[in-house]
């Protein structure tokens, strides 16, 4: 007797054995209890989550010698024969091999003489896509208008490639991809029947790396009860899939937390030396990352049954808030770099030394520079910790040299923000002692500087709320400017003009007119203002509309050079 793969021995042959697509079982058994059948259903959906599973309980549940049930017998002639593929009122045909208007018009002729044995013919066209226009046209009416005993049942893993007004005369049915949790369970289900020894932590591994799908998942299976010889163990399946031991990244985060480098190339020669993907590394490692992040912001969301539970909650508290989102931009990016770089492991390494030199102060001894703090409350934000007050006595503060004249619509007066270097934030400084002072208005000084892009528009668009040492205050009302490389290039621009690191906080906030970007808007606006008053005081404009019955049609007069 040949091998039945656990594919096609598991498939679901009933609505109430169907997993993860609970929507679509519900809207097909209430169609089916009540007797309101459509004439033509749309199933779409990625490889492996249920269309031609589907396709076939819905057959059964139309032929079923018990009646039009949405719990077909499946022991009755038209269900057995659906279920081995043998019935002559069900056709399941393949679009990607049969695209052309001749095959269609063929199935089409067909379709207009009754059924053989069951109640209906039913046709489950795969990969509907596939079709070629003329096919699409050719099928229109019938699709629209079929002859009471045919039902059309299509599925595709693309819909959009699908015309509209075939879209438009079937019930569509998005499925979805299946939660890690569902494989997981049904795996269990299946290996528990089947009498094979397993390891949950296995079983994860497997609904991971299936992305979703539950063919995939049980292929996978398969393939692992064959390398395992019959005992799936977390270490077995891990050597087939070539994935990371998640302990490896635990000891990364360990190593970048200590900033021990040593470590951190022996975690990267590890994985060289088991020929692990580092790709796949920097992917895992976003997602312990976030995991952590989840943790430090929300609490206690961690699965107590994950073998990494403890390490993700002490991570969780010792690791700055900062720290986990700049590691999670390093790794993110990094991945995307990998393919540019001279190879995988100079790439890896490299990512992993941006982590540290970023994270850590070389002045210190590559000692981490951002402050551990707890991870916070629920109810109560985290608060930073002061740093101690430094021992030397402040040098005189920085005067800013760059006196370029400002732009007509900015505003001379100056005002100075300066502030002591008794108190320093706990924010990282090269050089606490020194203060930088702005003897100019920050929409004249924030002019002068080199930027373009979203790093001028942040600059232009935020005001300067106060300077505590060497950290900046900003405030602004678009926070998306507020994150990402516009806030490093600005950081960048603002350290190479002072001479010492600067740091940047922003408040979100509505603009109090100060910005550069809002005295620009309201000058223009004041000129526009100015421009209308004009042309509505001009003698022959007064004449049209009183004698012709004119009008100024508004947003039409717009300043310009010659109006004065």
């Known amino acids: 007797m040949s091998y039945l793969v656990l594919a096609r021995k598991w498939r679901p042959r009933s609505f109430d054995t169907l997993v993860g697509q609970d929507h679509v079982v519900r809207a097909l058994t209430h169609a089916l209890n009540t007797q309101r059948l459509h004439h033509a259903w749309l199933f779409t959906g990625t490889r492996g989550v249920g269309k031609t599973t589907l396709s076939r309980i819905l057959a059964k549940a139309l032929n079923c010698e018990a009646g039009i049930t949405a719990t077909p017998c499946g022991v009755c002639q038209a269900c057995t024969e659906i279920d ?60 629209e208008e079929p002859p009471a005993h045919v039902k059309f049942i299509l599925a595709t893993t693309d819909p959009q490639k699908i015309p509209v007004t075939v879209l438009s005369r079937c019930l569509q049915f998005n499925l979805k991809q299946m939660p890690g949790e569902s494989i997981v369970g049904h795996l269990q289900n299946v290996l528990g029947e089947e009498h094979i020894p397993f390891e949950l932590a296995a079983l994860r591994m497997l609904g991971q790396a299936a992305s979703g799908s539950m063919r995939d998942a049980l292929s996978l299976t398969d393939q692992a009860i064959a390398y395992s010889a019959g005992n799936l163990t977390e270490e077995s399946v891990r050597g087939m899939l070539g994935t990371i031991d ?102 890896f390494v490299m990512s992993c030394l941006r982590m540290l030199s970023l994270y850590s102060d070389p002045a210190a001894g590559n000692r981490p520079a951002l402050q551990a703090s707890a991870a916070p ?84 668009q935020s005001e300067l709320v106060g300077i505590s040492a060497n950290t900046l205050t900003l405030k602004i009302a678009n926070k998306a400017l507020s994150e990402g490389v516009a806030v490093d290039r600005l950081k960048a621009v603002l350290s190479e ?54 009008q100024v049609i508004p947003g039409s007069v717009h300043p310009g050079p010659t109006l004065q």
Not at 394 to 402: D, F, G, M, N, R
Not at 416 to 431: I, L, Y
Not at 503 to 526: N, P, T, Y
């Open 497 to 550: 003009h002072f001479g010492v690191k600067v740091q940047l906080r922003f408040e979100i906030g509505a603009d109090s007119g100060q910005s550069a970007h809002a005295i620009d808007v309201a000058a223009q606006s004041a000129r526009q203002k100015a421009a209308e008053e004009i042309v509505q005081q001009d003698a022959f404009v007064q004449v049209l509309v009183k004698e012709f019955g004119a």
């Open 84 to 143: 081995s593929g043998r019935f002559v009122d069900y056709l399941e045909l393949d679009a990607a091999s049969n695209r052309g208007v001749d095959e269609m018009t063929q199935l089409l002729e067909q379709a207009v003489y009754s059924p053989s044995t069951g109640r209906f013919k039913v046709y489950m066209i795969d990969e509907v896509h596939m079709l070629t226009g003329h096919a699409f046209n050719a099928m229109l009416k019938t699709l």
């Open 246 to 347: 998640q302990k490896h990244l635990i000891r990364l985060l360990d190593a970048l937390q200590a900033g021990q480098a040593t470590a951190v190339l022996e975690v990267a020669d590890e994985l060289a030396t088991r020929g692990l993907s580092y790709r796949a590394a920097l992917a895992d490692l976003a997602i312990l990352l976030s995991r952590i992040a989840i943790a430090q912001r929300i609490g206690k969301v961690v699965d107590q049954a994950d073998p990494l539970a403890g390490d993700i909650g002490r991570l969780a508290e010792t690791l700055p808030h900062d720290a986990v989102q700049l590691f999670y931009t390093v790794a993110v990016h990094s991945r995307s770099e990998l393919s540019i770089a001279p190879d995988e492991y100079a790439g």
């Open 377 to 460: 409350s629920v109810k109560e934000p985290a608060v930073q910790q002061m740093a101690s007050v430094p021992s030397e006595p402040p040098a005189p503060p920085l005067q800013v040299t760059k006196q370029d004249e400002p732009p007509a619509w900015v505003t001379e007066s100056a005002t100075e923000f300066s502030v002591s270097a008794a108190t320093v934030e706990s924010t990282p400084v090269e050089a606490p002692s020194r203060v930088i002072r702005i003897e100019q208005s920050w929409a004249i000084f924030s002019a002068s500087l080199k930027l373009s892009g979203l790093a001028a528009q942040l600059a232009r």
